[in-house]
Each structure stands twice: as C-alpha cells, then as structure tokens.
C-alpha cells in the first residue's frame, strides 16, 4: 500500500512539474567573469533582475550555472586555467563557494530566493535518483525558490561526468518538460558560417531542429569554458529531441532573458522537432547513456517518424556499437541521422543475425521467442519527424 502511494505521488509531482512554465538559463564562464577573471558582480545582478522579473509574470525560472573553476581561478590569482583534472577539480571546490555565495546575494536582492544544487551524471541516470531530483525541484518551486545548478566538478569521476554544463541544461530541460532553454554565451546566435574568419557570415534568426552534420561542423570552446558553439547546438539537438525550444544568445545583450521569454527575435531560436513525451519516455532517450546505433531503411524511418509505430527487426539494415537487452540505443536513417531513441528488447549479438528479418524469421534464427518488435513505441523517442 505505501508502494502505491508513493507511486501515485510520483505521478502527481511529475504532472505538476510538467504543466508549470520552467525556464532553463545556463550561463558560460567567459559571460559571468571580468577582464581580470573575476565573477562580474553588476551582471549577475541584471540576470537576478531578469529572474525576479519573469518570476513575477508566471515563469519558473531555473539557473545553470559555469563558474565554478573560473571563479577558483580568480580568487587565486592564477594567469589560465590549469590542464590537470585534480587541479581544475581543486579549482572548482575553491570557486564554487564563492560562486553560490554571490548568486545568493544578487537573486536575494531582488527577494528571491536560492537553492543550491550540485549533480553528478548518476542523477540522471539512475531512475530513483532521477525521480527524487525532480520531486525536490517541484518542492522548491513550490517554496518560489531559484534552482542554481552546477555539476559536482570536484568529485565527478571523468568518465561519468555530464560533459559540460550545455548538456546539463539540457538534462535539466528535458527533465522538467521545459517550455525553453535559453543557452547565453559571448557570441549573439549561430551563424551560417564562422564570423570570426568570415566577414559575410550571417546570424540564423530560427533554425528547425539541430542534425548531427551542423553540430560537427560547429566550434569549440575559448578559454575559460568547457564548451563552445558545438556544445551548445548539441545541447540544443538534445532538448529538442524531447520537443524543448532552445535559444542561443548574447549573454550581455540588455534584457536578453525577458526579450526571449517575451517572443522576441533575440539571438537564434532552435524549434525542437521531437515530441512532448512523458517523463519515463524522456528519461530513457535523453538522460540515459547511449549504447550503440540501429541504422534502420526508409520503410522503417517513415513508421517511426510519421506513423507512431515500433520498430522490428525486418527494418534493422545493420548494427552497430556493443549493447545488452535493456540499453538504451540511436536509431539512425540512411542518411545518418538520429531519428529516435529508446530502450531495445535484443542485444547487438542477436539482432546482427537477424537484421532485415521478419519476426518468425527471426525467431527461428535466434532458437527462441522474441518481443513482439525490436523497440516498442512506449519505449522510444522520437527526436525528428523526419
């Protein structure tokens, strides 16, 4: 009885936090420092600002924030970031109290208050761990408290860390079925060609969707940040997979947050071109890690994308990458790019051998009785209608 009621209140909190107004902001650390590296003080102060005035209109607005080694480089003096984990790591458990320290003071400024919260890549991707972070977001936007986000730099293990605070955005997103994630950064949008090298290069008011080939041909970080341009466009494809509305722009562009949050052409607009699912769907395609590729033909794009079927072997062309029953894999279509993600009912031995297959073809191949289709359509994502 306890299990069901605690079911029952899971399902009750993730509607909740679903049908509330989240916007996601991350900030880079090139935006949140001065010259001299140190935190900008003036501007967080604006951001607390743009908060508290969005808060006002019926926005929940959640705070993603770098910083962290920025801010430890600072405090120490130090000319650049140095190379090593354990001395960024270092860096980052130094700067990370001050950081926390004067968001608290700007957003408390404007009578807002701050909750801290610090994520490794677990969070996300264990299911209770998951469902216990969302519950205690929807706790703290009950109590109108401001969610200020950051990884646990100093003790995330390198291989399962998050990546960069991009993609944490876009966890954070994803999770909460955000109505926007706004990405501010030094640079005013995406450009169809580098700016830098390029004085032609124009700025994509809009862009649909984000495909693989854009994000590969995109930037990399600058100094003081993790990221870059191609994060940001993969943060972008990520959230929109789960039909999250991403904007990249000017981080000291005057009132960026509430132009955006308004509907003005600010920065570049990225339309998510996947689909509102529920969160168990989105927890499946978004947070967990992926285990391999299903390139499937053009009968079995079009089913997915367009019919809300699933997915059965006969539609599988090839595998690749190592996965076990219970992984969660890309589904790609012929011409490369991840259409869906879900969770599949065969490992990559036993679908290899029976790519292209019918099921009862299939079945006598592998020896055995198979689940009823290779991805089940409560299982998958679908990230673009193709």
Not at 68 to 84: D, F, K, M
Not at 309 to 335: K, N, Q
Not at 345 to 354: F, M, N, T, Y
Not at 379 to 386: A, E, F, G, K, R
Request: hydrophobic share 45%; proline share 3%.
């Amino acid at each position: 009885m306890n299990q069901v009621r605690a079911v029952k209140r899971r399902v009750r909190m993730t509607t909740v936090v679903e049908r509330s107004h989240v916007v996601v902001v991350k900030i880079g650390s090139n935006s949140l420092v001065d010259r001299q590296g140190r935190l900008d003080l003036p501007y967080l102060d604006s951001i607390a600002a743009q908060f508290a005035a969005i808060a006002k209109g019926g926005q929940r607005p959640v705070l993603v924030t770098s910083g962290a080694v920025a801010s430890g480089v600072g405090i120490l003096g130090l000319a650049e970031r140095p190379p090593g984990l354990a001395d960024r790591q270092a860096l980052a458990a130094i700067g990370q109290v001050t950081l926390a320290h004067r968001w608290e003071a700007a957003l408390a400024a404007h009578g807002l208050v701050a909750a801290q919260l610090l994520l490794t890549y677990d969070d996300f991707t264990e299911r209770e761990r998951y469902l216990n972070l969302t519950e205690t977001l929807r706790s703290l936007f009950a109590y109108k408290a401001i969610p200020v986000i950051n990884e646990n730099d100093p003790v995330a293990v390198q291989e399962l860390t998050v990546g960069d605070n991009d993609r944490l955005s876009a966890l954070m997103a994803t999770q909460l079925g955000a109505e926007h994630l706004i990405l501010l950064t030094d640079i005013d949008g995406v450009y169809d060609a580098d700016p830098r090298s390029n004085p032609e290069a124009k700025r994509l008011t809009e862009m649909i969707g984000v495909t693989a080939k854009q994000v590969a041909a995109a930037g990399d970080a600058g100094a003081r940040g993790r990221g870059g341009m191609r994060s940001k466009l993969e943060a972008a494809r990520l959230a929109g997979g789960a039909g999250v509305t991403t904007t990249i722009a000017l981080a000291r562009e005057a009132f960026v947050i509430e132009r955006v949050v308004a509907g003005e052409a600010v920065g570049t607009r990225i339309v998510g071109k996947g689909e509102r699912a529920d969160s168990r769907r989105r927890w499946l395609a978004v947070a967990r890690r992926v285990h391999g590729q299903l390139h499937l033909d053009v009968g079995a794009v079009r089913a997915i994308s367009t019919q809300g079927r699933s997915l059965l072997p006969a539609g599988v062309t090839s595998v690749s990458g190592t996965f076990a029953r219970g992984d969660t894999v890309a589904l790609v279509s012929p011409d490369g790019e991840e259409i869906a993600r879900g969770l599949v009912g065969l490992s990559s031995e036993e679908l290899g051998k029976i790519c292209g297959k019918r099921l009862d073809v299939a079945a006598q191949v592998l020896g055995h009785v198979l689940p009823k289709s290779v991805v089940h359509r409560d299982n998958m994502l679908v990230l673009t209608h193709h």
